[in-house]
C-alpha cells in the first residue's frame, strides 16, 4: 500500500458539506487539508453546453455510477434485500460538487418544532396515540442556536426570498409561520409564473398564506461575503440533475471551490475513493482509498471528517468498524439507526388552453404555503401526525421528459397514434398544484446495515436499506390530496381551467419503491444527540467514541423535515467548524 504524507484534516467527500467545512479550515486556521472526492473534478466552464436532456437528465450524467456503487433495499427484516441497478428514489452525485451540482436549489430552513419533534409530538396527541415503533428524537440544539449559521450559508449562497417572521414581527407576503429570522433574505424572490399566482390567488381565497419559495438561483446579480460575484438567473429551466450553465444557481463549484482554489493549504484530490477510517484505541489516524489507478493508498491525518453523504456516512462507519451497528430487533447500538426519506403526496393537474411556457423556470421558483406543514391544520381526528409544505409544480418543462402528460383517462393507452395527439396536445398546457412534502418520521423498523451478500465494484458490502411507508404515510398523502384537491378546484374556478387528476390517489405507491423518484433528501444512519447511547454524533457533529472523527450532513437528522435538507446540512457543518476551530484544535478531547 502506498502511504502518504500526513495532514492535519482529510476530508471523504467534495459537496456542499465537506466542502463548506474546507472553506471554514483553509479561510481561519493554518491546517492542511485534503479532501478526496471519490468522481471527477469539476469547473464552472464544464457547463457551458449542457442542455442535453440525453446525457444528464435521461442517463444521468452527473449522478453516481451505479454499475459501481448501489444500494440495497428490502422492505422488512424478513425480505432479502436485492440491489438498485436502475436510478430511482434517490439520485446521489459524484464528481466535485457532489448532489450539489445538480440540486435544484430550494433552500429553506426547518422550522422550530423540528428541532423538539420527539416532545412536540407527545405534548400534541399524547404518547398513547403516537404508532409504537416510532424512534423520533429531538435534535440537541434548538433553532435559535442554528439561526447565525443559517443566515451564513444564506449570504454564502445567494438565497433570494422574503422573509415572513423578521426578529418576531410576522411580515406580509413571507411565510408567517417560519421562525425567527434575524435578517431579511439577501436577494429578493423569484419572479413569479402564471400557475404561481394561480396557486397563490386560489390558496389566498381559501384563508392560506401562500409565499414565494426561498431559492438559490439567484434572482439578482450578487456578491457574497467572500467576495464571489455571479449573474442572475437566466429562466432557462435547466436546474435540477443539471450544472448551471451560467452561475446563478449556487453550487459548491462556483461558490465554495473559487475561494478553496486560492488557498496554498487546501489541496482537493478527485478520483480518490475513500474505503475505511483507520483508527486505534479511540483515535482516527486517517484513511484508506483507492486511487484513479485503481491503488490502495493510506492517508495519514490528525482529524477526519466524513462528508460523503448520508448512505455513504452510514456506510463508511459500518466498513471501518466504528460504533455499534443498530439492531433493529433489540434497539441496541446506534449506527444505521433513523433512516427516514420524504413523503410526498397530493398534487393536483389542471389543464388549460393555452400554453404556460413552462420551458422558462428556475429551480426553487415556485409559491408554497405551509398552513399544514408541522401540526397545522391537521383534523384531530385524521390520524396524522405531521403535514407537510405544499407546492406549485408548474414549469419544468423539458423536450423529452415533461412530452406525454396526458389528462388522467383521456385516452384508451397510454401508447399509439390516439396517445401521440393527446401527447401533442397538452404538451405545456398541464400545471400540477399542491403538491405536498410531508415528514417522514423515523420509526425503528427503517435503518441502513450492510447487505451480506451484493458488494461493490472493490469488493466491499452494499449499503442495505431497509424501509417501507407505513400506514401514516398513507394517511398524510389522503389528506394532502384532499388539500391540493381544494386548492385545484379553487384555481380552475379563477382561471377556467380544467381539473384533470391526481385528486384522490395521491402520487405515490403504497409500498416503498426504489424505482420513483421521491427526493434526494435521505436522513440517518449516523444521528446526532445528546448521549452516546441515542446517537453516533454530539450536537457539533464529533464522533462520540472517536473524538477526532467528525460525520457531517444529513446523517446527523435524527429524521427527516418537509423542509429541504441542504440549507440545514451547510449550517450544521459551519457550526461544526466553529467548534472545532475555536474549542477542539485549542484543546483536543471530546466537546462537552
Ligand atoms: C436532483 C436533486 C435535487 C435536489 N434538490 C434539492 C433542493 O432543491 N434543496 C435541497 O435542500 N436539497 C436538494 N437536494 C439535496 C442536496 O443535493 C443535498 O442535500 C446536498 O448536496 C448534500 O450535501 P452533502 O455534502 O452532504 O453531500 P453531496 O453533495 O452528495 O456530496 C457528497 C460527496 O461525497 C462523495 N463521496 C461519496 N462517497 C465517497 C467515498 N467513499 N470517497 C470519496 N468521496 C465520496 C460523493 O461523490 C459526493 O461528491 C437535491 C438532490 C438531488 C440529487
Known sequence: MKHMKAVDVVIAGGGWTGLAMARELTARTSLSVLVLERGPDRKFADYAANMDEVDYGIRKRMMQNIAEETITHRHAL??????????????????????????????????????????????KWGASRLPEDLSVQDYPLSYEDLEPYYWRVEQMMGVGGKAGNLNGKIVQGGNPFEGTRSHEFPNPPHKKTYPMALFEQ???????????????????????????????????????????????????????????????????????????????????????????????????????????FTPNNARLLLLSKIGEPYDPMTGKGTVGKNFSHTVGG????????????????????????????????????????????????GGNLRPIGSFGRVPQGETSRNWG?????????????????????????????????????????????????????????????????????????????ISGGRVVGGERGGRASRRYQTAEYATTHVQGGAIMGTAPENSVVNSWLQHWQLPNLWVIGASSFPQNSSSHPTVTSVALTLRAADALIERYVKKPGALA
Open 346 to 393: 397530493g398534487g393536483t393537474s389542471l389543464a388549460f388552453s393555452k400554453p404556460l411556457n413552462g420551458f422558462m423556470f428556475a429551480g426553487g421558483q415556485s409559491m408554497r404555503l405551509s398552513d399544514f406543514n408541522g401540526f397545522r391544520g391537521i383534523p384531530a381526528d385524521s390520524g396524522v401526525l405531521r403535514g407537510g409544505i405544499s407546492n406549485t409544480a
Open 417 to 493: 397514434s390516439e396517445w401521440k395527439k393527446a401527447a401533442v396536445k397538452y404538451f405545456d398546457k398541464i400545471a400540477m398544484l399542491g403538491v405536498f412534502e410531508m415528514d417522514h418520521l423515523a420509526y425503528k423498523h427503517n435503518y441502513v446495515d450492510l447487505d451480506p451478500t451484493y458488494t461493490d465494484k472493490w469488493g466491499d458490502p452494499l449499503l442495505r436499506i431497509t424501509v417501507d411507508w407505513t400506514e401514516h404515510e398513507q394517511r398524510q398523502r389522503a389528506f394532502a390530496a384532499e388539500v391540493a384537491g381544494k386548492i385545484a378546484r379553487q384555481a380552475a374556478k
Open 202 to 308: 386560489a390558496s389566498r381565497e381559501l384563508g392560506y398564506h401562500p409565499y414565494t419559495a426561498a431559492a438559490a438561483t439567484l434572482t439578482e446579480t450578487y456578491t457574497n461575503p467572500d467576495g464571489i460575484t455571479r449573474g442572475a438567473c437566466q429562466y432557462c429551466g435547466y436546474c435540477m440533475l443539471y450544472g448551471c450553465m451560467v452561475g446563478a444557481k449556487s453550487q459548491p463549484t462556483n461558490t465554495l471551490m473559487p475561494v478553496l482554489r486560492r488557498k496554498s493549504t487546501f489541496t482537493m484530490r478527485a478520483n480518490s475513493w475513500v474505503k475505511r477510517v483507520i483508527h486505534r484505541d479511540g483515535n482516527a489516524e486517517g484513511v484508506v482509498y483507492m486511487d484513479e489507478k485503481g491503488e490502495e493508498v493510506m492517508q495519514p491525518a490528525a482529524m477526519v471528517v466524513l462528508a460523503s
Open 78 to 123: 424478513r425480505d432479502v434485500a436485492a440491489p438498485v441497478r436502475q436510478y430511482g428514489s434517490i439520485l446521489p452525485g459524484t464528481g466535485v460538487g457532489g448532489s450539489g451540482e445538480h440540486w435544484t436549489g430550494y433552500a429553506e430552513r426547518h422550522t422550530p418544532d423540528d428541532f423538539y419533534l420527539a416532545t412536540a409530538l407527545r405534548e
